[in-house]
């Protein structure tokens, strides 16, 4: 199913937009309300929402069809591995990229990936103590979530 996808997401306050093309998501947002053409059914809004509701999900399953760079990706890809329930720094997201944790250029790189990730929540930005693509009271709700 191709298309975006919104819900209104009572947890967040907010809509909770997937796009999705040839079965992988290629962008999430969290706009103050669904769009007036979006469809509100689709399996994986149906898996974000049990997340919402408390259900222990990574999504290290669900394929990102990611345009970005190649260091940008590295960075992304790594940030699926951060665990559930776990914040780490952006030090540690470098060294976890294969990056150096101490070159500020290598860090601009981490920094400058979270900031164009397409997909937070499924790359889980919000686990970075950092800047993200997610937006910060989206981030603190799901830092709870996952508490």
Do not use: C, K, W
């Not at 720094?89 to 900031?115: K, N, Q, W």
């Amino acid at each position: 199913m191709e298309g975006i996808y919104a819900r209104e997401s009572p947890t967040l306050g907010r809509a909770v937009q997937i796009g999705v093309v040839a079965d992988r998501v290629i962008s999430v947002s969290f706009p103050e309300e669904p769009p007036a053409d979006a469809e509100s059914e689709h399996s994986l809004l149906d898996r974000v929402f049990d997340y919402l509701d408390g259900a222990e999900d990574h999504f290290d399953d669900v394929t990102v069809g990611l345009t970005v760079p190649t260091d940008q990706r590295t960075v992304l890809e790594a940030v699926r591995n951060v665990p559930y329930g776990e914040t780490v720094d952006v030090a540690r997201v470098a060294r976890l990229a294969g990056l150096d944790d101490e070159d500020e250029a290598d860090l601009d790189t981490v920094r400058e990936a979270l900031r164009a990730n397409p997909a937070p929540l499924f790359i889980p930005d919000h686990r970075v103590a950092g800047p993200g693509a997610t937006p910060s009271a989206v981030t603190e709700r799901l830092r709870d979530l996952e508490s």
